[in-house]
């Protein structure tokens, strides 16, 4: 008895702390508050469980006496009463288990609350930047770029216009010594005036890579220090990202500013969202 009445008590006390925990998350949550309802109910579900089957269950060895008829009045009665107490066990179970389901469920609920905490899908937004054909690469003061305006080895970093200080459109622009610059296969004519443009989000993390080392042509990554070949269409030469930085194909308007040709023919940033890319 001592024992159901635990298991019924700690599913009681689980029901409560699960719906507990599931009013505190809409009211806004409290994480305090709610990793202690968390431990309750699944405490509560566990103590319940324990002591459902220490004190409920049969414990053996079981031997059962075979007797042919039942000769006795005293062992009618005998046969009468168990069979009463095993009713009663039987009423005892059925409540412990409906118990036992509400508090499941409780928690089941408890637990589906905080998918909404994982926010709206991305969908296809990680794929895409905000440089379009046409846009203008400016300065973060918003300063369109000549390519003659750039010195030399030197890296700057642009935003396509109307869109500055927008994180996943931050691009590095490198204009090398001229004649240094071999495109890959399918990028010839990316880097007028040798200049190139990399995405500036490191691959590895998302760190950005702000360091560019001129006498080897290599951007670095401080956060772990990945290196990434420039003349190589920034390919990792070293530290843990193992994905090219995307390249941003450039052109020049009939002004002589810098533009895009298009977006970034690949996703910027690092690869967990697409691990498929090369
Ligand atoms: S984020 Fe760049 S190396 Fe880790």
Not at 10 to 31: C, D, E, P, R
Not at 39 to 47: D, H, I
Not at 147 to 172: I, M, R, W, Y
Not at 186 to 214: M, N, Q
């Amino acid at each position: 008895m001592r024992g159901a009445r635990l298991a019924a008590l700690a599913f009681v006390v689980s029901t409560v702390a699960s719906l507990s925990l599931a009013v505190v998350y809409v009211l806004g949550g409290q994480a305090q508050l709610e990793g202690t309802l968390l431990g309750v109910g699944l405490g509560g579900l566990g103590v319940g469980l324990v002591a459902w089957a220490k004190h409920l269950m049969p414990t053996g060895p079981f031997v059962q006496a075979r007797k042919v008829t039942l000769a006795r009045t005293g062992e009618i009665e005998e046969v009468a009463e168990s069979f009463e107490e095993g009713a009663a066990t039987i009423g005892r179970r059925r409540f412990l288990a409906r118990l036992l389901a509400v508090s499941l469920g409780a928690f089941g609920i408890a637990a589906v609350f905080p998918i909404r905490s994982l926010g709206t899908s991305p969908g296809r937004q990680l794929f895409h930047t905000s440089w379009r054909k046409g846009s203008r690469a400016v300065t973060d003061a918003g300063q369109p770029i000549r390519p003659a305006e750039l010195p030399v080895d030197s890296v700057l970093t642009v935003f396509p216009e109307g869109a500055v200080g927008v994180e996943d459109s931050q691009t590095l622009l490198i204009r090398l010594p001229a004649g240094d610059y071999r495109p890959l296969p399918g990028r010839e004519g990316w880097a007028p005036d040798d200049v190139v443009a990399f995405s500036k989000i490191c691959t590895h993390a998302g760190c950005p890579v702000g360091l560019y080392r001129a006498d080897t042509n290599q951007l670095f990554c401080p956060c772990h220090q990945s290196v990434f070949d420039v003349l190589q269409g920034a390919k990792p030469a070293g530290g843990p990202a193992t994905t090219a930085l995307p390249q941003l194909p450039l052109d020049v308007d009939g002004e002589g500013y810098l533009v895009a040709r298009s977006d970034y023919t690949e996703p910027v940033g690092p690869g967990f969202w697409n691990r498929n890319r090369a």
